[in-house]
């Protein structure tokens, strides 16, 4: 049974970057199988994909984010990582990582909620 | 893209069935047989209970099902139980390998 675990700073400042990382177990991220995906939550409000990356290290990223977003993969410790360029308030939200395919998420890790303030 | 539309509250008393739309536009629900439906307690991951359109994931009982007409999805709860009283978002494959998602339904058993 896979388990993701997500970690990273809890608090960016305004313009900074936010850095998140995936731990993998009980799956390998290197799987042809699956797609690795960052979906996001601002508090109260409802679920944004913000991409995925698959087998091949290929990427794919929600359009209105995506000049601000790289996702990478890091065979090695079986985890991938997110990075959000240029923060603002508007970020503030639970980042999850999750596994799947191209059209849904079937394990989700449990969330790290990222506070964007100065 | 867009989000999908989703009506913001639901609810049904134990034991009835309840439905939540979901509308997309010809470019996403429309187009693709990939509409998905989450389920979300407060303060805990998404659960995926519904994925193209109108299958399960293991574990998830038969009381789920999903459908699709047109550019609408809809997720019906059979047998509303105490425990099923959560938000529900849907979500589509929108071409191009991007995903979008609904504004989320929030469920209540009477």
Same mark, same amino acid.
């Given at each position: 049974q896979v388990q993701? #675990?997500?970690? *990273?700073? !809890? /608090?960016?400042?305004?313009?900074?970057?936010?850095s998140?990382?995936? $731990?993998?177990?009980?799956? %390998?991220?290197?799987?042809?199988?699956y797609?690795?995906?960052?979906?996001r #939550?601002p508090? *109260?409000? !409802? /679920?944004?994909?913000?991409?995925?990356?698959?087998?091949?290290?290929? $990427?794919?990223?929600?359009? %209105?984010?995506?000049?601000?977003v790289?996702?990478?993969?890091?065979?090695?410790?079986?985890q991938?990582?997110l990075?959000?360029?240029?923060?603002?308030?508007?970020?503030t939200?639970?980042?999850y990582?999750?596994?799947?395919?191209?059209?849904h998420?079937?394990?989700w890790?449990?969330?790290?909620?990222?506070?964007?303030?100065s | 893209?867009?989000?999908?539309?989703?009506?913001?509250?639901?609810?049904?008393?134990?034991?009835?069935?309840?439905?939540?739309?979901?509308?997309?536009?010809?470019?996403?629900?429309?187009?693709?047989?990939?509409?998905?439906?989450y389920q979300?307690?407060?303060?805990?991951?998404?659960?995926?209970?519904?994925?193209?359109?109108?299958?399960?994931?293991?574990?998830?009982?038969?009381?789920f099902?999903?459908?699709?007409?047109?550019?609408?999805?809809?997720?019906?709860?059979?047998?509303?139980?105490?425990?099923?009283?959560?938000?529900?978002?849907?979500s589509?494959?929108?071409?191009s390998?991007?995903?979008?998602f609904?504004g989320?339904?929030?469920?209540?058993v009477?």
């Amino acid at each position: 049974q896979v388990q993701l #675990q997500e970690s *990273g700073p !809890g /608090l960016v400042k305004p313009s900074e970057t936010l850095s998140l990382t995936c $731990t993998v177990s009980g799956g %390998s991220v290197s799987s042809g199988t699956y797609y690795w995906s960052w979906i996001r #939550q601002p508090p *109260g409000k !409802g /679920l944004e994909w913000i991409g995925f990356i698959y087998h091949s290290g290929s $990427t794919n990223y929600n359009p %209105s984010l995506k000049s601000r977003v790289t996702i990478s993969g890091d065979t090695s410790k079986n985890q991938f990582s997110l990075k959000l360029t240029s923060v603002t308030a508007a970020d503030t939200a639970v980042y999850y990582c999750a596994r799947g395919n191209w059209n849904h998420c079937d394990s989700w890790g449990q969330g790290v909620l990222v506070t964007v303030s100065s | 893209q867009s989000a999908l539309t989703q009506p913001p509250s639901a609810s049904g008393s134990p034991g009835q069935s309840v439905t939540i739309s979901c509308t997309g536009t010809s470019s996403d629900v429309g187009f693709y047989n990939f509409v998905s439906w989450y389920q979300q307690h407060p303060g805990k991951a998404p659960k995926l209970m519904i994925y193209e359109v109108s299958k399960r994931p293991s574990g998830v009982p038969d009381r789920f099902s999903g459908s699709k007409s047109g550019n609408a999805a809809s997720l019906t709860v059979s047998g509303l139980q105490a425990e099923d009283e959560a938000d529900y978002y849907c979500s589509s494959y929108a071409g191009s390998n991007n995903l979008v998602f609904g504004g989320g339904t929030k469920l209540a058993v009477l």
